[in-house]
């Protein structure tokens, strides 16, 4: 079981526009972003406040509930933020604000599966600097955006692990060392 950072960025390392935008990841091929059999081995998801809003905004959590449950059934799913934000009803949620008070829990909620870091960069910046961060995934997309929020905005070692191709999107997998 491990700790793992997925993200999809464009080609000069932007997850999200300036104002969290994600059209230009929409845009892609459904098949180029289909992280369904990565989804299967995991058993805990965390995410930032802004990623949790832009998925609420987007996918219409809130008036359309079920899609949350689609996407995630029964999986447990951390926040990481230091607001009150609204809760996708009957969604397995859990809002936080200390990733190494937490992990303790994410890793017991994930069982045999791994924990998922969804995002953005500065909560998988906060997981590597509490050293829970065990491998980061990231999908390269042919997309260059003029400014927005970065990949990572901290420090780390990684050691390249895996290169794979779907469609458009190059996948490198690395550990963190």
Same mark, same amino acid.
């Given at each position: 079981m491990t700790t793992t950072y997925l993200m999809t960025s464009t080609l000069n390392g932007f997850v999200a526009g300036p104002d969290n935008e994600l059209d230009w990841l929409y845009d892609l091929p459904a098949a180029d972003r289909d992280f369904s059999q990565f989804l299967s081995g995991v058993g805990a998801l965390a995410m930032g406040a802004s990623t949790y809003e832009a998925v609420l905004r987007d996918s219409e959590l809130l008036t359309h509930p079920e899609r949350w449950h689609q996407a995630h059934g029964d999986r447990a799913v951390w =926040? @990481?933020?230091? $607001?009150? *934000?609204? &809760? =996708?009803?009957? &969604?397995? *949620? $859990? @809002? &936080?604000t200390d990733v190494a008070a937490e992990h303790p829990a994410m890793l017991a909620a994930a069982g045999e599966r791994d924990v998922f870091v969804a995002g953005g960069g500065a909560l998988a910046a906060a997981f590597q600097a509490a050293g829970v961060l065990d491998r980061v995934v990231i999908g390269i997309t042919p997309v260059l955006l003029a400014a927005g929020k970065p990949l990572f905005p901290g420090s780390a070692r990684l050691r390249l692990t895996g290169v794979e191709r779907q469609g458009q999107v190059a996948f490198l997998s690395y550990d963190v060392l």
């Amino acid at each position: 079981m491990t700790t793992t950072y997925l993200m999809t960025s464009t080609l000069n390392g932007f997850v999200a526009g300036p104002d969290n935008e994600l059209d230009w990841l929409y845009d892609l091929p459904a098949a180029d972003r289909d992280f369904s059999q990565f989804l299967s081995g995991v058993g805990a998801l965390a995410m930032g406040a802004s990623t949790y809003e832009a998925v609420l905004r987007d996918s219409e959590l809130l008036t359309h509930p079920e899609r949350w449950h689609q996407a995630h059934g029964d999986r447990a799913v951390w =926040v @990481f933020t230091h $607001r009150e *934000l609204p &809760a =996708v009803p009957g &969604a397995n *949620l $859990r @809002f &936080a604000t200390d990733v190494a008070a937490e992990h303790p829990a994410m890793l017991a909620a994930a069982g045999e599966r791994d924990v998922f870091v969804a995002g953005g960069g500065a909560l998988a910046a906060a997981f590597q600097a509490a050293g829970v961060l065990d491998r980061v995934v990231i999908g390269i997309t042919p997309v260059l955006l003029a400014a927005g929020k970065p990949l990572f905005p901290g420090s780390a070692r990684l050691r390249l692990t895996g290169v794979e191709r779907q469609g458009q999107v190059a996948f490198l997998s690395y550990d963190v060392l």
